[in-house]
């Protein structure tokens, strides 16, 4: 299912999560030893994460199915999308949150929301590109949140457990902290075509 936010469409899809949530609540029972600060150069959060060894790509294949649908639904007719790496990221506890980024120069990128309690755990915000150009062009003037999704500052997606949101790698993005200790565990992913770039996005 695709929707479009600011004119810039975003695909959303449901992937059972149990197999990877298998996987991620294992590998916390030794992440939960390492320090919430030590994510990669360039990061400045409050979450564990692999992002270290994402480039091993370990679960890309799992996410064939999505990554063919994708392919269809982006009207791709000589190229297939493919997913060059992949990583789990921990939330729990007070302030565990990201910052506000980007995943340039990738090609579009995904979050499979893996353990998720909508209750309790926030989604993603999604930050719009041309807010600053609406803001001047409204003398600068707060948009409302009644206003159109078009000109609104950003927009947050209703997500369950096994969601799964794809975006442009451009479109920046942020996880707001809970004050909830109930594990939020999300699996983030880069995309790219079998004719477009496989460079890396972030720093180690």
Same mark, same amino acid.
């Given at each position: ?53 994402? $480039? ?38 007070? $302030? ?5 980024? $980007? ?102």
């Amino acid at each position: 299912m695709s929707e479009y936010i600011f004119g810039i469409p975003i695909f959303k899809y449901w992937k059972d999560p149990t197999e990877i949530r298998q996987i991620a609540e294992k590998k916390f029972e030794t992440f939960s030893e390492y320090p919430i600060n030590g994510t990669p150069t360039g990061w400045s959060c409050n979450l564990r994460t692999e992002f270290h060894s994402s $480039d091993e790509n370990r679960y890309g294949e799992i996410y064939r199915d999505v990554m063919e649908r994708l392919t269809s639904d982006l009207d791709l007719l000589e190229e297939r999308c493919y997913i060059d790496e992949s990583w789990l990221n921990f939330y729990q506890g007070k $302030d565990h949150g990201q910052e506000e980024h $980007d995943h340039l120069p990738g090609f579009f990128s995904g979050i499979h929301y893996v353990k998720f309690n909508p209750e309790v755990h926030s989604s993603t915000d999604f930050m719009n590109p041309q807010h600053q150009l609406y803001m001047f062009m409204n003398n600068g003037r707060v948009m409302g949140d009644n206003c159109a999704r078009s000109v609104s500052g950003s927009y947050t997606p209703d997500v369950s457990e096994g969601d799964v949101i794809i975006f442009p790698s451009f479109l920046r993005h942020l996880v707001k902290p809970t004050d909830s200790d109930e594990l939020r565990i999300t699996l983030a992913f880069n995309i790219n075509t079998t004719k477009g770039s496989n460079r890396r996005v972030f720093g180690r």
